[in-house]
Nanobody, 130 residues
Framework: VQLVESGGGLVQAGGSLRLSCAASGFTSDDYAIGWFRQAPGEEREVVSCMSGSDGSTYYADSVKRRFTMSNDGAKNTVHLQMDNLKPEDKAVHYC????????????????????????WGKGTQVTVSS
C-alpha cells in the first residue's frame, strides 16, 4: 500500500489549500482513510476521516465548517479542501488508511481509534502565516 500526499505549502491566514492523497495497493471497499496532523511538540491528531464503504465523513471540532474531505474514486485519490486557514492549522499533515479484508465495516469514526491505521504517507507541510 502506498499513500502519497501533495498540496501543502505556505498561505496567509484566511487563505485556502487543497491537499491530495493518492492511494494505491489495496482493493477492499472496507476501509477508512483519513487526514491527521502533527505540530512541533504536539501529539498527532485526527483532522478528518472518510469511510470507503458509504462515504460518510468525520471532522474534528477544530476544523468543522472550514475543511471538506472528498473522494475521487476514479483516481483513488482523496482530497482535503482547507478554507479559512488559521495559524494554529500549521502542522505536517499525513494521510493514513485502515483496510479490512474480513467483511467488516470501517465507519468514519474509525480514524479516532488509537493506533488503528495500517498505512501512512510521509506527510506534507502546511504553514499558515498570521
Amino acid at each position: 500500500v502506498q499513500l502519497v500526499e501533495s498540496g501543502g505549502g505556505l498561505v496567509q491566514a484566511g487563505g485556502s489549500l487543497r491537499l491530495s492523497c493518492a492511494a494505491s495497493g489495496f482493493t477492499s471497499d472496507d476501509y477508512a482513510i483519513g487526514w491527521f496532523r502533527q505540530a512541533p511538540g504536539e501529539e498527532r491528531e485526527v483532522v478528518s476521516c472518510m469511510s470507503g464503504s458509504d462515504g460518510s465523513t468525520y471532522y474534528a471540532d477544530s476544523v468543522k465548517r472550514r475543511f471538506t474531505m472528498s473522494n475521487d474514486g476514479a483516481k483513488n485519490t482523496v482530497h482535503l479542501q482547507m478554507d479559512n486557514l488559521k495559524p494554529e492549522d500549521k502542522a505536517v499533515h499525513y494521510c493514513a488508511v485502515a483496510v479490512d479484508y474480513g467483511g467488516g465495516h470501517l465507519d468514519s469514526w474509525y480514524c479516532t481509534v488509537g493506533d488503528g491505521m495500517d498505512y501512512w504517507g510521509k506527510g506534507t507541510q502546511v504553514t499558515v502565516s498570521s
